[in-house]
């Protein structure tokens, strides 16, 4: 079945430094989400991404949309402590059958 | 606007008791669904509703675990009997007009049987 992974499971960064997670799928999705969710909080919708090389930014974070549309990335630039959280993407394959699925996602913890 | 609202926050309870789980979606959401964090699994699909109707329960663990959506703002999840391994935290989310939309997602209940 469909599987989506994501890398690093954490990261540990000094305020200022930039972040990336990576998001690889199986398949060929139809479109990637991305939820940042604060310790103790549920996951909050950040972004979608539907075509092929689409590149989107909110502020300081640019994400990705792979040309086979496998494959995605979140990057944060110059981290600051209100990054804190857990990134997850998500995948759908378009497909009736397929669901969404969620990477395991990247912890991100931000010393000051 | 009202987001998702879960009830209760938290539950603790015996082995063996029922526990039930409640979830109001957006108004005017048409798909809900039902998830469960842990750290080992992370965040599973347990099933969704389009329209009240379960649509793919292929992610209830067993038999233990029921659901049901009796109307458009309401939805439980159950679980008779409890067992310890279903310590987790359940999430409810909605979405509007199809399950590859952008989800809403309640504040979750940490569920803890002892």
């Known amino acids: 079945g469909q599987q989506v992974m994501q890398i690093p499971q954490y990261q540990h960064v000094q305020e200022g430094e930039d972040f990336t997670t990576y998001c690889n799928s199986s398949?060929?999705?139809?479109?990637i989400q991305w939820y940042k969710q604060r310790p103790g909080g549920h996951p909050v919708f950040l972004i979608q991404l539907v075509k092929s090389g689409e590149v989107k930014k909110q502020k300081r974070l640019t994400f990705q949309f792979g040309e086979a549309k496998k494959n995605s990335s979140l990057h944060i630039t110059a981290t600051q402590t209100t990054d804190v959280g857990t990134y997850f993407c998500?995948?759908?394959?378009?497909?009736?059958?397929?669901?969404?699925?969620f990477g395991k996602g990247t912890k991100l913890s931000v010393k000051p | 606007d009202a987001g998702v609202i879960q009830s209760p926050r938290h539950e603790v309870t015996e082995m063996g008791q029922e526990v039930t789980l409640r979830c109001k979606p957006i108004s005017g959401h048409d798909y809900l669904f039902w998830y469960r964090q842990t750290m080992m699994r992370g965040l599973e699909l347990l099933i969704y509703f389009n329209n009240n109707v379960p649509i793919d329960d292929s992610g209830m663990p067993e038999d233990r675990f029921s659901a049901k959506m009796p109307n458009a703002s309401f939805s439980t999840l159950k679980i008779q009997p409890s067992e310890p391994r279903d310590s987790a935290v359940y999430f409810c989310a909605s979405s509007f007009s199809g399950k590859f939309q952008p989800q809403h997602f309640g504040d979750g209940t940490r569920l803890s049987i002892l």
């Open positions: 998500a995948g759908g394959d378009g497909g009736s059958q397929g669901n969404l699925i």
């Open positions: 398949t060929t999705l139809s479109n």
